[in-house]
């Protein structure tokens, strides 16, 4: 008998908390999940910095982050072009939650290639991240618009997994090696209620169901045994019990500010671009064009934000506030919280944290190592691998001045957040940055980041891995499913498990 081509099916679940997933694992919630997982495995992985949905996307679909892509926010301003004519500059001030959208694919670097254009017979559903898909392999392009705008404000989610499943089971009907299929029904919930609220489960077991109709349908169709099937998140979240209106905070100070959805400020002297709402990018005089962002040494001097003082130190004395960071006079990344402060460099073999005062992100003092070992040393950290995605953010010359990350249970947006958001997302925070990895292959023993799954992708499908990317060949599902074949039928994803 010819064998199947092999196909990669990648089940996003927007906001999935990896300890809510597991919880309703253990409680024999989500059958079909199990059943998969006798074969295969779960961990946890590291997702991006701001951990937000779009730019938290960009791992598993372009195998970069958001610093590579040049995409450091849902949010942003570009600084060498904004003179402050607000409308007819507006293309310079990007957010991708409203009609700017679209321009998502446009605005990534365009030496980045997405998953649909490496692999042509792929299809997209309810992605926001479509540069390669034609029409054809779009399908949802317009019901995601309709759903999700009525979604947002009638606080109603599940139509959109239902879309999404009615699409995702035409897909696997079809030809298409690599299908891509985001679920936003947990993320819709968590924001308007909290991470185990009973919507947010019940949506969950829903996934679960629609895990279950797909292998089945893939296993009638003789598919099952070479598809591999990834259930993944892009971010985690936390409840929230404190907004501080970020872009409000700088206008209590005498700082006019831009930001979003008004963008029409009068001289601002200060922008604020929220993401999540965990986190933000502060630019300093965004009216004025300049190539190159201020150090944290200028931020510091009143009259950067033309202020009557030193506004990141005010930044840092706020409760809801957890790290801020900037570029740092002498090289690298400057990182504070309050009372400490350190410099991240990136170094010939990974990345050296160096405490001026303190001990800012908590890994227990000056640490160097490669980027594996840094992973490996901080994944359960209360903010893992942040040295890495610190510096990943000032890779993209997009990025803001200031990063201002908030604490747990807080969040920086209060203004214009309508419906309120009850939980969220966005900052360094462990609740945010760990994600669920399912898989119906055996999965690797070692920390991964979600970037390091684009490798496994295209590793499964036989195809060649590109040069330059983030994401790291930790795990090669390809390869171990070759030398499964090679060996012959009696050889199973089981025992594959016991061998590792």
Not at 124 to 129: D, E, K, L, M, W
Not at 287 to 292: I, K, S, T, Y
């Amino acid at each position: 008998m010819r064998a199947q081509p092999a196909r990669c099916f990648l089940l996003l679940v927007d906001g999935l908390r990896p300890d809510v997933a597991e919880a309703c694992l253990a409680a024999g919630d989500l059958p079909h999940l199990a059943e998969m997982l006798a074969d295969g495995g779960h961990t946890r992985a590291i997702t991006v910095f701001p951990s937000t949905t779009s730019v938290a996307y960009l791992p598993f679909l372009t195998g970069c982050t958001p610093g590579r892509c040049n995409i450091p926010s849902i949010r942003w301003l570009d600084r060498r072009t904004y003179a402050g004519r607000w409308w007819r500059e507006r293309h310079a001030v990007r957010s991708y939650c409203g009609y700017q959208a679209p321009l998502l694919d446009a605005d990534i670097a365009p030496d980045v290639r997405t998953i649909f254009e490496l692999i042509p017979d792929s299809v997209g559903i309810f992605t926001p991240i479509a540069r390669g898909l034609t029409p054809a392999r779009d399908p949802s392009r317009r019901e995601r618009q309709v759903w999700g705008s009525l979604a947002h404000f009638a606080q109603w989610h599940q139509p959109s997994d239902d879309a999404v499943a009615r699409h995702l089971l035409r897909a696997a009907a079809g030809p298409a090696r690599f299908v891509f299929a985001q679920f936003p029904a947990v993320d819709g919930y968590t924001h308007q209620t909290h991470p185990e609220a009973p919507p947010v489960l019940r949506a969950l077991r829903k996934v679960d169901q629609v895990v279950g109709r797909l292998r089945d349908q893939l296993r009638r169709q003789g598919q099952l045994e070479e598809s591999l099937l990834l259930v993944v998140s892009d971010h985690g979240s936390a409840a929230v019990h404190t907004h501080l209106d970020l872009p409000d905070w700088f206008r209590a100070r005498g700082v006019p500010t831009l930001s979003h959805p008004v963008l029409w400020e009068r001289g601002p002297r200060a922008a604020v671009m929220v993401a999540g709402n965990g986190s933000a990018m502060v630019y300093a005089r965004p009216g004025v064009p300049r190539e190159a962002r201020w150090p944290i040494e200028r931020l510091r001097q009143p009259d950067a934000f033309g202020a009557r003082t030193d506004l990141v130190a005010a930044l840092l004395r706020e409760p809801a506030v957890g790290l801020v960071a900037a570029e740092a006079g002498e090289g690298g990344v400057w990182v504070g919280s309050d009372g400490a402060s350190a410099i991240v460099r990136r170094t010939p073999s990974g990345i050296s944290y160096r405490p001026v005062s303190g001990d800012p992100l908590g890994v227990g003092g000056a640490r160097s190592g490669s980027l594996r070992e840094w992973l490996d040393g901080t994944w359960d950290a209360d903010y893992p691998d942040a040295a890495y995605h610190l510096l990943d953010q000032f890779r993209a010359n997009r990025t803001g001045d200031l990063l201002v990350v908030a604490r747990e249970g807080y969040d920086f947006r209060r203004r214009f957040e309508v419906p309120e958001h009850r939980a969220g997302h966005g900052s360094l925070a462990r609740s945010h940055m760990q994600t669920p990895v399912w898989s119906s292959a055996p999965l690797p023993a070692e920390p991964i980041r979600t970037v390091d799954l684009f490798p496994a992708l295209l590793s499964w499908l036989g195809e060649a891995i590109p040069s330059g990317l983030d994401g790291e060949p930790v795990w090669l599902p390809g390869e171990s499913r070759a030398r499964a074949a090679a060996l012959g039928p009696r050889t199973t994803m089981a025992r594959s498990t016991a061998e590792r």
